[in-house]
């Protein structure tokens, strides 16, 4: 089953992220004091524990946070996925808006490694239901129509 490994979250954009116990989700925002919340497509990033381990296959010293990822994730295959898919993370709903990012300015992670994960394998998602996401949730795949299992709305 796919679960959530850690939840994390920075106070400014550009910096690692720190792993808490829980954070809060809010619809159209994303995850209530991170740096990379707003009004935007990019409310909150997810990344594979899978992915984390390709770069410690690499040498790189490198856990949960350390990518800026807010929500690392186990037994999913997040690159898998398609913009407008929705998950189902606790009681929250996403939407994801992105796949992988364009990385302007080469990150400590790529100059110690060659390369970087994040870019080509993390995801992006809006809050489109709010809700408390903590270590050990589940994560589904929902339907996107309205009425589904999830009761999303968009």
Same mark, same amino acid.
Request: negative net charge.
């Given at each position: ?12 954009? =550009? ?8 954070? !809060?989700?809010?619809?159209?925002? *994303? @995850? +209530?004091?991170? /740096? ?22 690499? =040498? ?8 800026? !990822?807010?929500?690392?994730?186990? *037994? @999913? +295959?997040?690159? /898998? ?74």
């Amino acid at each position: 089953m796919a679960s959530v490994i850690a939840v994390c979250v920075s106070k400014e954009k =550009g910096e690692r992220k720190v792993p808490v116990p829980r954070v !809060e989700l809010v619809v159209g925002h *994303g @995850i +209530e004091g991170d /740096a990379h919340a707003g009004d935007w497509h990019r409310q909150v990033s997810l990344l594979a524990s899978e992915s984390i381990a390709k770069m410690r296959a690499l =040498g790189l010293d490198v856990s949960s946070g350390d990518f800026a !990822e807010n929500i690392t994730t186990a *037994g @999913i +295959e997040l690159i /898998a996925l398609r913009v407008g898919d929705w998950l189902a993370i606790a009681d929250t709903l996403l939407e994801i808006t992105q796949i992988g990012k364009e990385c302007h300015s080469r990150c400590a992670i790529y100059h110690q490694a060659g390369d970087c994960v994040m870019p080509k394998e993390g995801i992006f998602v809006r809050v489109l239901r709010g809700g408390t996401i903590k270590p050990g949730d589940g994560i589904t795949q929902v339907s996107t129509e309205i009425g589904s299992p999830a009761g999303g709305e968009s």
